[in-house]
C-alpha cells in the first residue's frame, strides 16, 4: 500500500470507536487464519502446482505456438 492509500485510509479511522476498530481487527484476524471451507477452487493446492509447472515450462522457453488454423487442422486428423 502506498503513503497515499495508506494516508487516505487512515483518515477514514476516525470514523470507528476503539472498540469497532478493534472487533474489526479480530474478524481480519479470523479470516486470515482460518481459510474459508468455500474457499475459490482456482487456490487449491493441486492448481497452484500445476499453476507453477506451466510457468516454469513457459520461464524455460518449453512453449508451442500454433495458429487457428493449424489447431483446426489437427482437430480435423
Known amino acids: 500500500m502506498t503513503e497515499a492509500a495508506f494516508s487516505q485510509f487512515e483518515s477514514q479511522l476516525n470514523f470507528f470507536s476503539e472498540a469497532q476498530l478493534k472487533s474489526i481487527a479480530v474478524k481480519i484476524e479470523k479470516l486470515l487464519s482460518h481459510p474459508q471451507k468455500n474457499a475459490d477452487?482456482?487456490?487449491?493446492?493441486?492448481?497452484?502446482?500445476?499453476?507453477?509447472?506451466?510457468?516454469?515450462?513457459?520461464?524455460?522457453?518449453?512453449?508451442?505456438?500454433?495458429?487457428?488454423?493449424?489447431?483446426?487442422a489437427l482437430e480435423n486428423e
Open 41 to 72: 477452487p482456482f487456490y487449491s493446492k493441486s492448481n497452484m502446482k500445476a499453476l507453477a509447472e506451466s510457468d516454469a515450462q513457459i520461464k524455460a522457453g518449453k512453449i508451442i505456438i500454433k495458429t487457428m488454423q493449424e489447431l483446426e
